[in-house]
């Protein structure tokens, strides 16, 4: 059964009222009915099972059935990720939501092409990114970050957590201790990669250049590959 957003301020321990969008969509689109059961999802975790017991214009309320807060990731994953040309961060935003990742920066590197992010922009990847939730099943959301330099970003991180930022000059592959870190900080070059300055200034702040293997990656397939191993080593693909 799709499942359909509800801000928390909208649910309370016994009922829910639904407006905007989703209420429009339920109405004119997907025609629901009185005694109509739903799931609802808040983007912070909680998921409802719902009954409707009242339709009217643009609104709809009813019952909370059951509840349901979904287990959290024994690893919380944030990419940094560099912005690229054209469309390509509205199919990475997607992927990265579908595979749990928590929260993704977009970061300016000197080799990125394009340096400045719209507000409308930053907006649509938030709604890509609540959109990919709904799809997937998802009861919390993707936290798109606005952008921020690489600089700046380096220096923030936890330098305790599990921070990595693959690059071509790289020898040494990922090393994972599962019983140590609780986050992952995955930083993720421009189409030209990363400049020597950059990656000394990585390591400077603890993040440790790492290989993908011997090809050269589209920095899509690199950060959806780095996020799969870093979630594979804490078992959080149960095949």
Known sequence: MPHYYIKPDNISETGFVLYGDEAHHLIDVMRVKINDELNLFDGAGNSYHVRIESISRGEISGVILSKEQTCKSKIKITVYQAIPKGERLDWLVEKLSELGVTGLFPIITKRCVVKNVSDLKLKRWQR??????????????????????????????????????????????????????????????????????????????????????????????????????????????KL
């Open 128 to 237: 890509l990114s609540l959109a990919a939730s709904k799809q997937c099943g998802r009861a919390d959301v993707l936290e798109i970050h606005p952008p921020v330099p690489f600089d700046a970003a380096a220096k923030k991180i936890e330098k305790y957590s599990l921070n990595i930022i693959p690059w071509e000059g790289a020898t040494e592959n990922m090393k994972f201790d599962a019983k140590a870190p609780l986050e992952a900080n995955i930083f993720i070059g421009p189409e030209g990669g990363f400049t020597f300055d950059e990656i000394e200034l990585a390591k400077e702040n603890c993040i440790i250049p790492v290989t993908l293997g011997q090809r050269i990656l589209r920095i899509e397939t690199a950060s959806l590959l780095a996020s799969i191993l870093v979630l594979n080593a804490f078992n959080e693909f």
